[in-house]
């Protein structure tokens, strides 16, 4: 290999790098994918016992698990496991071409394969997928190369005369026996492998050698007995739902040949150009090879292995034996699976390529660059439209249930339906879980001892009268058959247990094909519907129970002439920072009067009446509101408020407004109050971990985040500052001695001008002195706010707003490290710059 060939194989790499990595992860997780992860970060027991009824063995999901342990946790598991498939990929591009030089293509055939390959969409596809595809199609093409390195060296150049077949016949058998643990599908293509040693030995009039082959097979049956019996079991009595559908010759080799040559995104008004290119390229490889086009790499090779052949019969002869077991049993074909299969068809493309190129025929190298054009333009295209084109994202499980999350409350149902689909909810869902299983196991009495409890009920359907063999009846199983008769029943029940119900709704029509878990919601009513991105039509919709009941132990207010609010605060008296405080609310509709749009603003408030949490939400949704529902239905409302970090000890009170989306204002009820009181509450200290980075570290407080809407100001005008601290840390809980240094400590909050003249002070306690810095404990974080009022007559500019600490007693400043230096200290912080204008 020269120079040259040295650089093109580099940049070629380092471009297949980059497309792979352009967009990796942005997307939200699809179904298949949320079950890898689920199943990585699932226990080692739970995962192969759930793979062993699965669709794909464990050996994926084992490696992909070993690599999140090995990276640091992450916010964005999508990137972090994708990763990985993208890892495979890449080892895909030498693997390809280290198999063409041993086939004894020329160089220039190996290196065009490895270009196409970085460009091609399939691969980009499938090495940006939190699936196991591309390691199978690594391990498929080491165990290749290994068998083909068991040929006597005159049959296939890089065997040395002096190098024991027996190494590769090891690496042969380990990568067959992973393959087998990554991909069912796999067996397909060591079948076709082992064909292809046996048709070449006997096309050179050699014998098979009988020995290692069976010995090497041997020990691959041993290493996969362990899971032989369940991959029986899953090939004779898949446990799935029958969702493929089988595919007619024809279209299964036009998508499967599209596919190859341009991905999965390929405009359907190009395809015939498409398949034009593809075919052309194939016969130019075959025709080439037929006439002699190609020159033996060495002087002293001998004639090549017929290579063409043996590329075609790598990735096509796979796809035919599926096809044959499509018709003889059940239906296995799906585009993704031929992609195990695809990395040598890049180079019957490279060969094509450069027989054209090598024609002696006037117009053959016009057809090369041509061709050459139509694939980087159709590839390019087909890349755009995979990134962009709406029709191409995953189903954005993501947005969903982050979007289920933000409106659920405690008390709350969700009916995944699929019921499978419940890892795309444990991968994105970051609430509590209380329950999750079968909704015909969700009896009565969990119901009565669950609903409202702080945690999600998360109710799994099955295949509505689908056949028992379903799961093979394993109580554990993701699919199994729900009888409709209980399915509804069940329904009806948790109607008058639970408020509210969320429809998670995706593949339910393989499931449900005739509807009738959606023709059992209507016994609830529905006020939200929405629908999000992707091809499988992902839907959250939320139900009111038409059986609620109003809680006797509520308050009650009339709200106007038109509405009767009861409300109850459904949380512990003593509470922390931290935590969530619910309530349940009914809402009702006077008789014979018109209703309105409502929002309703849940708020914990001091002794004050100062607002220190605050949680709105409107009435209703997309489909219902209060305008839309009959008189007198009673409508459940339940609400939760998350105490923020910080919040001060002491005595609150939780109370609701409600209000006028439209303009904000509250709506008085017939006593003239615009807040609903729900309850008293107390807040009591709590230790927390140290909070890193900090803004500044004064020593005994630490100041963590701080925060003015101020930018631009008029003199006169006042800043409000909020401010969050944390006391600082001790190895054991403190008493108050042990935090002496705390005692008397003043916040000093002030405006510097550009000479560090002093524009504006304010010097106060924490919390203007209600909850002194010597009453808190170590680690504690305490929020805090302060208005800093400037002088009328403040000149315009452009001013530091910053903070610092001080003793009360001598007024002697803190210090914090600032600068560059480890050793520099200031005696304040700067937060934010402010513009004043007179």
């Not at 075609?312 to 699976?337: C, D, E, K, M, Q």
């Not at 919601?521 to 009941?549: H, P």
């Not at 909020?722 to 916040?747: H, K, M, T, Y």
Request: net charge positive; hydrophobic share 50%.
């Amino acid at each position: 290999m020269n120079q040259r060939t040295r650089l093109v194989l580099l940049l070629a790499l380092w471009l297949a790098f980059a497309l792979r990595l352009h967009q990796l992860g942005s997307q939200s997780l699809w179904y298949d994918e949320t079950v890898s992860l689920t199943l990585a970060r699932a226990p080692l027991g739970e995962l192969l016992a759930h793979t062993g009824r699965d669709i794909h063995p464990p050996g994926y999901y084992l490696l992909l698990a070993a690599w999140l342990q090995l990276l640091p946790a992450t916010p964005a598991p999508e990137f972090v496991s994708a990763f990985f498939s993208l890892v495979a990929g890449m080892l895909l591009l030498p693997l390809t071409f280290i198999l063409g030089r041993h086939a004894r293509l020329p160089i220039a055939v190996a290196a065009g394969a490895v270009i196409l390959q970085a460009l091609s969409p399939f691969h980009v596809w499938y090495s940006q997928e939190v699936r196991m595809y591309t390691l199978a199609a690594a391990l498929g093409l080491l165990a290749a190369w290994n068998l083909r390195r068991t040929l006597p060296a005159h049959a296939a150049a890089g065997a040395s005369p002096r190098r024991s077949p027996a190494r590769a016949w090891l690496y042969y058998g380990l990568a067959a026996a992973a393959g087998l643990y990554t991909l069912y599908y796999f067996v397909f293509l060591l079948l076709t492998i082992n064909l292809l040693l046996i048709a070449t030995r006997a096309g050179r009039g050699q014998h098979l050698p009988w020995r290692p082959w069976l010995l090497t097979h041997l020990a691959l049956l041993l290493a996969y007995a362990p899971w032989l019996p369940l991959a029986w079991r899953q090939i004779t009595n898949p446990p799935v739902p029958p969702w493929r559908s089988f595919t007619p010759p024809l279209p299964l080799l036009r998508e499967s040949l599209l596919a190859l040559g341009f991905g999965q995104a390929l405009p359907s008004t190009l395809a015939s150009l498409g398949l034009g290119i593809v075919a052309l390229l194939l016969l130019a490889a075959l025709a080439g090879t037929a006439h002699g086009g190609l020159r033996p790499l060495r002087r002293q090779d001998a004639a090549p292995a017929p290579a063409v052949p043996w590329l075609l019969a790598y990735t096509f002869l796979p796809v035919a034996i599926i096809y044959l077991v499509s018709v003889l049993r059940t239906p296995l074909y799906h585009v993704r699976y031929v992609f195990t299969y695809a990395p040598p068809f890049t180079l019957l493309l490279a060969l094509g390529l450069v027989n054209l190129w090598r024609w002696r025929v006037r117009g053959g190298r016009i057809l090369a660059v041509l061709a050459c054009a139509g694939l980087l333009v159709l590839s390019t295209l087909s890349l755009q439209r995979a990134w962009r084109d709406p029709d191409f994202r995953a189903d954005d499980h993501r947005a969903a249930v982050r979007f289920l999350a933000d409106r659920w409350r405690p008390g709350d149902l969700i009916l995944v339906n699929a019921g499978y689909a419940y890892t795309a909810l444990l991968t994105y869902w970051d609430q509590p879980i209380a329950w999750r299983g079968r909704l015909t196991d969700f009896t009565p009495a969990a119901a009565a001892s669950l609903i409202g409890a702080n945690g999600a009920i998360i109710l799994q359907t099955g295949s509505v009268d689908g056949p028992a063999s379903l799961g093979w009846g394993d109580p554990a199983a993701d699919f199994y058959a729900m009888p409709a008769a209980s399915m509804v029943s069940r329904l009806q029940a948790l109607a008058a247990a639970a408020p509210r119900l969320w429809h998670y709704r995706i593949y339910d029509t393989v499931t449900d094909p005739a509807g009738r878990v959606r023709n059992a919601l209507t016994d609830w009513r529905l006020f939200e519907d929405d629908v999000f991105s992707g091809e499988a039509n992902l839907r959250v919709q939320g139900f009111w129970s038409r059986q609620i009941a109003v809680d006797r132990t509520a308050a009650r207010w009339q709200v106007g002439n038109w509405l009767q609010v009861a409300g109850v605060m459904q949380a512990a008296p003593v509470l922390t920072a931290g935590q969530t405080i619910s309530a349940s609310l009914t809402l009702q509709r006077a008789a014979d009067q018109p209703g309105q749009a409502l929002a309703l603003s849940l708020r914990l408030l001091d002794q004050a009446g100062e607002v220190w949490a605050q949680a709105d939400e409107p009435v209703g949704g997309n489909q219902r509101d209060l305008r839309s529902v009959e008189a007198g239905e009673i409508l459940p409302l339940p609400l939760r408020l998350a105490i923020p970090p910080g919040t001060a000890p002491g005595a609150y009170r939780l109370a609701v407004i409600p209000y006028d989306p439209a303009s904000g204002q509250p709506l008085t009820t017939d006593a003239g109050a615009a807040s609903l009181p729900l309850g008293d509450l107390t807040i009591v200290a709590r230790a927390q971990p140290t909070q890193r980075p900090a803004l500044a570290d004064f020593g005994p407080l630490a100041l963590v985040t701080a925060s003015s809407p101020a930018t631009i100001i008029s003199p006169g005008d006042a800043i409000p500052l909020e401010i969050l601290w944390q006391a600082g840390q001790a190895p054991v809980r403190p008493s108050l001695a042990d935090l002496a240094d705390l005692v008397n400590l003043v916040v000093v909050v002030q405006l510097l001008a550009a000479d560090d003249r002093v524009a504006a002070s304010l010097e106060a306690q924490p919390l203007a002195g209600r909850y002194p810095t010597s009453q808190w404990l170590a680690g504690e974080l305490v929020r805090d706010r302060y208005a800093l009022h400037t002088p009328h007559d403040l000149p315009g500019g452009v001013y530091r707003l910053v903070v610092g600490i001080q003793r009360a007693d001598d007024s002697q400043r803190l210090r914090t490290p600032c600068g560059m230096l480890p050793w520099t200290t200031c005696d304040f912080t700067v937060i934010k710059n402010v513009e004043v204008r007179p």
